[in-house]
């Protein structure tokens, strides 16, 4: 988490500067500013995403984050005649994931399954619509400042992890890795998030604009689903057979995906 914040304050200190950087350029014409009903713009956004676990007091952990990317059309709907405030969404392919660690099992050649801890490695596509409200400020300069704040609604796509078993059973074994292997079992179909957003835009010609944001997005619900689980164990930590002689599982597995997200985009 520490590189996390480093990571974020970093970002925050590079758009600042940027910004107070281009608040001063050589003297140009004042170009008259542009009242649109509505803005359309691309944008591209490198990302941090990582998890956040709740339940079963400390079962399962975060591990790490990823480095992800999004991109996609958004949509500014201007409130009434003023061009200080916008209903703001778009449509955006959203790449998030991040590391798991918790107790699991696995089968030997002999059919014998062991306990082992398991560290997995999530990558989960999703089609995401933010849903916004855009404030922005009067011209300072050549510059407008912004915020959006709103919520997220995301559409689970494609989901795919690696993972590693190390046998706890017996330490000298050699650990299991998988690649690649499917998780649209494992995870939900939609994932929910509250935004927090701010930046800077700049006008370069007509309706054309150029800006900056960073991004908070905080996770609101479980992205896995009523299929991924813990192993049942007994009071000394034994994996529990059931019938079929498969350990038992229980406890579900919970957690939702935060990002911190860099934007660069043109409006049209």
């Not at 994931?97 to 050649?109: I, K, Q, S, V």
């Not at 999703?126 to 922005?136: A, F, G, K």
């Not at 905080?218 to 034994?238: A, R």
Request: proline share 4%; charged share 20%; glycine share 8%.
């Amino acid at each position: 988490m520490k590189k996390i914040g480093l990571f974020i304050l970093a970002s925050f200190c590079s758009v600042l500067a940027f910004s107070q950087a281009t608040t001063t350029p050589a003297p140009m014409p004042q170009t008259a500013p542009v009242n649109q009903q509505v803005r359309l713009g691309l944008s591209f956004s490198p990302l941090l995403s990582w998890f956040s676990t709740s339940g079963d007091a400390g079962a399962v952990q975060p591990d790490g984050t990823r480095f992800n990317i999004a991109f996609g059309l958004n949509t500014d709907f201007r409130i009434a005649q003023n061009s200080n405030y916008y209903f703001s969404t778009g449509l955006f392919l959203l790449n998030t994931g991040g590391t798991l660690r918790h107790d699991y099992f696995a089968e030997n050649d002999n059919g014998e399954y062991f306990k082992t801890e398991r560290t997995s490695d999530f990558r989960i596509n999703y089609v995401n619509i933010p849903v916004t409200m855009m404030l922005r400020t009067n011209e300072i300069g050549y510059i407008r400042y912004f915020g959006r704040v709103g919520f997220d609604a995301a559409f689970n796509t494609k989901s795919t992890f690696d993972y590693t078993d190390v046998n706890l059973d017996n330490p000298t074994a050699a650990d299991l890795t998988v690649e690649d292997e499917d998780a649209s079992d494992l995870t939900s179909l939609v994932r929910f998030g509250l935004r927090i957003e701010a930046g800077f835009e700049m006008q370069i010609g007509g309706t054309t604009n150029l800006y900056f944001t960073a991004a908070y997005n905080s996770g609101l619900n479980n992205v896995f689903s009523d299929d991924y689980k813990l192993p049942k164990t007994n009071s000394i930590g034994e994996l529990i057979p059931g019938d079929n002689g498969e350990p038992q599982t229980e406890r579900r597995v919970k957690a939702s995906t935060n990002l911190f997200m860099i934007t660069a985009g043109v409006y049209f």
